[in-house]
T-cell receptor, first 114, second 109 residues
Framework: IAGITQAPTSQILAAGRRMTLRCTQD?????MYWYRQDLGLGLRLIHY???????GKGEVPDGYSVSRANTDDFPLTLASAVPSQTSVYFC?????????????FGPGTRLTVL | GQNIDQPTEMTATEGAIVQINCTYQ??????LFWYQQHAGEAPTFLSY??LDGLEEKGRFSSFLSRSKGYSYLLLKELQMKDSASYLC??????????WGAGTKLIIKP
């Protein structure tokens, strides 16, 4: 693995189903983020984690949950998917304390909820 | 509230220069970032400004004026591969990134 990986690449899901989007990084970054990107809108933060064992809510957390059991993995779960959760989901990570604190992004998961 | 404004779309000619503006109103300021995003791909980091002035990186430069809440990204000697969306983001007082909707740049031969 090099950088950040996400799985699946894309998914079509029936409304009401539970879904977990996976995110793994091998850069030993302590901070990780989940964003959604919708046409005409900027990236919106769903949840974040500043370090393993801690999580926080972003701008649009409703309907989503996360966990951070270790440094590398940060899964995002939709407990009961709704059509408004159709979006492209990006996971990102950041090494806190660096000179620019740049966020690095995974390739994204395209989710369609019908 | 927090707000980042940038033009929705711009068109420029190959070999020319284009300036993409970004204005912001945020709760606190801890730096401004520019990212490039090609269609169907993830955003990738281009530049970072935390002090006023111009930062130059090859064909790309970024300018910041904190007093005016204003930044621009300058792209010189445009190439077809520069066709992409350019995202402006400000890191706020909570150290979270607030994102603009992005500017889609179309390069014509």
């Amino acid at each position: 693995i090099a950088g950040i990986t996400q799985a699946p690449t894309s998914q079509i899901l029936a409304a009401g189903r539970r879904m977990t989007l996976r995110c793994t990084q091998d850069m030993r970054h302590n901070a990780m983020y989940w964003y959604r990107q919708d046409l005409g809108l900027g990236l919106r933060l769903i949840h974040y984690s500043n370090t393993a064992g801690t999580t926080g809510k972003g701008e649009v957390p409703d309907g989503y949950s996360v966990s951070r059991a270790n440094t590398d993995d940060f899964p995002l779960t939709l407990a009961s998917a709704v059509p408004s959760q159709t979006s492209v989901y990006f996971c990102a990570s950041r090494k806190r304390g660096g000179s620019t604190d740049t966020q690095y992004f995974g390739p994204g998961t395209r989710l369609t909820v019908l | 509230g927090q707000n980042i404004d940038q033009p929705t779309e711009m068109t420029a000619t190959e070999g020319a220069i284009v300036q993409i503006n970004c204005t912001y109103q945020t709760s606190g300021f801890n730096g401004l970032f520019w990212y490039q995003q090609h269609a169907g791909e993830a955003p990738t980091f281009l530049s970072y400004n935390v002090l006023d002035g111009l930062e130059e990186k090859g064909r790309f430069s970024s300018f910041l004026s904190r007093s005016k809440g204003y930044s621009y990204l300058l792209l010189k000697e445009l190439q077809m591969k520069d066709s992409a969306s350019y995202l402006c983001a400000v890191r706020d007082s909570n150290y979270q990134l607030i994102w603009g909707a992005g500017t889609k740049l179309i390069i014509k031969p």
